[in-house]
């Protein structure tokens, strides 16, 4: 038994090492508002893979940087529901302030910020215990949060009083209340040098933040009600979703000067970007649709279909493989069994998390 395993093992071995390191690939989150689920898109394929039960209302989507678990913001009933995202299953839920709806994820991956933006406040959760360790007051309104690159301050978008408000991750202290424009609501953090974007729904326009003063240096006008911000990963770009004309801005970051406008879907609501830069993912909220934007053209190449009112979305890397029991003295046959399923699980790696 053991002579015909060996040659038939090296040959699938070989086979599958090769198709392991090509199957690489992002997995695309999508919350759907209506219909309470999570959408999971495949990027390798562009499909939809699997739909996750998610709460009512779910909203605003982070993966973790190692992409083992998608958070997700439930505003329907004040909660935080966590996926485990190699198994797609409600792993945890964790109570948070009234009206969550934006949610991002330290580096490290420790701690997950929610805006709260009924109860104008930030929760602060342990992502170890799934707890709230802190919830701090917010503006009015808040809505997007985002976390500096080194994990020490975090932004948060207050809609109704125009501001972004600069938190110490260390101690919750707002350092700083910046004036960026009428409604803000998407902020992001350039991965190039740390500056601020926050688009600015109800003046049509982005700002920008200098991280070392504070201050808006530069506004540049966009479509119509912007929504959501994303950066590419070399901080080249910026990419607008405007929900009022169903376009995608497509920004020279240099310049803040805009460069291509992209149709897309119907009110689309958030994006996001892989880390090699090649796609943005834009959820429709309209037309029930995921656009996939070729970043090299700026030329939509795809249109997904998701569940009822797509609303955040976030990429991130394949999971962590689930446990396997250790395979030590296991017969010929279940060994390899073993071997191949492992090999079959995507490896993980070059993908980036957000909106």
């Known amino acids: 038994m053991q002579i015909v395993i060996r040659p038939v093992a090296a040959a699938l071995l070989a ?5 392991g390191g090509a199957a690489a690939q992002p997995f695309i989150y999508v919350a759907n508002v209506f219909d309470g689920t999570v959408s ?18 779910p909203t605003g989507v982070a993966v973790s940087p190692d992409g083992a678990r998608v958070y997700v913001t439930r505003f329907g009933d004040d909660a935080l529901s966590v996926i485990n995202a190699a198994s797609r299953t409600l792993a945890g839920t964790v ?27 930030l929760s602060v959760i342990d992502a170890a215990s799934l707890s709230v360790i802190a919830t701090t007051p917010a503006g009015s309104g808040p809505i ?23 938190v ?24 190039a040098d740390g500056s601020v974007a926050v688009t600015n729904r109800d003046g049509d326009s982005l700002a920008r933040i200098d991280a070392a003063t504070l201050e808006v240096t530069a506004t540049a006008a966009v479509g119509t009600a912007p929504d959501g911000v994303e950066t590419a990963p070399d901080g080249g770009r910026i990419y607008v979703t405007n929900s009022g004309d169903d376009t995608v801005s497509v920004i020279d970051a240099a310049s803040l000067s805009v460069i291509a406008t992209i149709a ?12 090699d830069g090649s796609r943005v993912y834009v959820a429709n909220f309209d037309d029930d649709t995921v656009s996939v934007i070729d ?54 790696g070059g993908w980036r998390r957000r909106c």
């Open 144 to 166: 997007g949060v985002a976390v500096s690159h080194d994990g020490s301050r975090i932004y948060v978008a207050n809609h109704f009083d125009g501001t972004v408000q600069v």
């Open 40 to 57: 999971v898109i495949d990027g390798a394929s562009d499909a939809v893979v699997a739909t996750v039960a998610a709460g009512t209302q």
């Open 264 to 275: 897309v879907g119907r009110r689309p609501d958030c994006g996001a970007v892989t880390l």
């Open 168 to 191: 110490d991750a260390a101690t919750l202290a707002t350092v700083a209340t910046v004036a960026t424009g009428a409604g803000p609501i998407g902020v992001e953090v350039s991965p």
């Open 15 to 19: 086979a599958m090492l090769v198709a």
């Open 95 to 121: 109570a948070v302030a009234g009206g969550p709806n934006g949610v991002a994820v330290s580096p490290d991956g420790e701690r997950v910020y929610v805006a709260s933006h009924q109860a104008n406040a």
């Open 295 to 348: 970043a090299a053209s700026d030329v939509v190449i795809g249109s997904i279909p998701v569940g009822d009112g797509p609303v955040g979305i976030d990429v991130g890397p394949a999971p962590p493989p689930l446990a396997v029991a250790p395979a030590v003295a296991l017969p010929g046959l279940v060994l390899l069994a073993v071997l191949l399923a492992a090999l079959l699980v995507p490896a993980t």
